[in-house]
């Protein structure tokens, strides 16, 4: 008897499970069958007015000779193009990255930058042209020296391009 125990708990409780199974799928399908599902109809389409495009005697836009007329204008240099006969300043030899602003000095009102180049102290103010890119000192202030630049970009064509020499921190403060 005690060998039948076990088997005899477990058709107890499978008898009782199947009946549970029973009721859940009998209120599932009573709830499917109360359940009415709601669709918004979809909206009418739009209706589409086509456009009809008449050039008639207009320019193409895309007209490969027309882009390059264009661009020919352009080339010759440009409005940003330096002027290549103003004579060259002696600050115009080295490059602006060998150049370190190391303080100002006013003299007569006007600000002056104070840039070192090697172990040279060198005065600059705006309007002085500086470094190899035709760079035309546009500001100085106490803690930078504004530069704009003049570069060819990969076309050929001339841009400007903003510079800062920021005032650099001397070694013998930090001590």
Same mark, same amino acid.
């Given at each position: !008897?005690?060998?039948?125990a076990p088997l005899a708990c477990a058709l107890l409780l499978t ?7 029973? $009721?859940?799928?009998?209120? !599932? ?10 669709? &918004?109809? @979809?909206?009418?389409? &739009?209706t589409f007015v086509p456009f009809a495009y008449v050039a008639g005697?207009? @320019? +193409?836009?895309?007209? #490969?000779?027309? @882009? @390059?007329?264009? *661009?020919?204008?352009?080339?010759? %240099?440009? #409005? $940003? #193009?330096? +002027? $290549? ?5 002696? *600050?115009?030899?080295?490059? *602006?990255?060998?150049?370190? !602003?190391? %303080? ?9 930058? /104070?840039?070192?180049? +090697? ?5 600059? &103010?705006? =309007? $002085? ?5 035709? =760079? /035309? ?17 990969? #076309? ?5 391009? !903003?510079?800062?020499?920021? /005032? ?6 930090? &001590?």
């Amino acid at each position: !008897m005690k060998k039948f125990a076990p088997l005899a708990c477990a058709l107890l409780l499978t008898a009782c499970g199947e009946s549970d199974v029973q $009721q859940v799928r009998t209120w !599932m399908k009573q709830v499917e069958s109360e359940t009415k599902p709601t669709v &918004k109809p @979809l909206p009418e389409p &739009k209706t589409f007015v086509p456009f009809a495009y008449v050039a008639g005697d207009a @320019l +193409d836009p895309f007209n #490969a000779s027309k @882009l @390059l007329t264009e *661009l020919a204008k352009s080339r010759p %240099g440009g #409005a $940003q #193009a330096p +002027d $290549q006969n103003r004579r060259k300043e002696f *600050l115009e030899s080295f490059p *602006l990255d060998a150049m370190k !602003m190391v %303080g100002t000095m006013e003299k007569n009102n006007v600000v002056n930058g /104070l840039v070192q180049i +090697d172990r040279t102290v060198y005065q600059v &103010k705006k =309007g $002085q042209y500086v470094g190899q890119n035709y =760079g /035309l000192i546009t500001a100085v202030t106490d803690d930078a020296i504004t530069v704009r630049e003049i570069v060819q970009d990969a #076309a050929g064509d001339w841009v400007e391009r !903003m510079s800062k020499l920021e /005032l650099q921190e001397s070694k013998e403060s930090s &001590k």
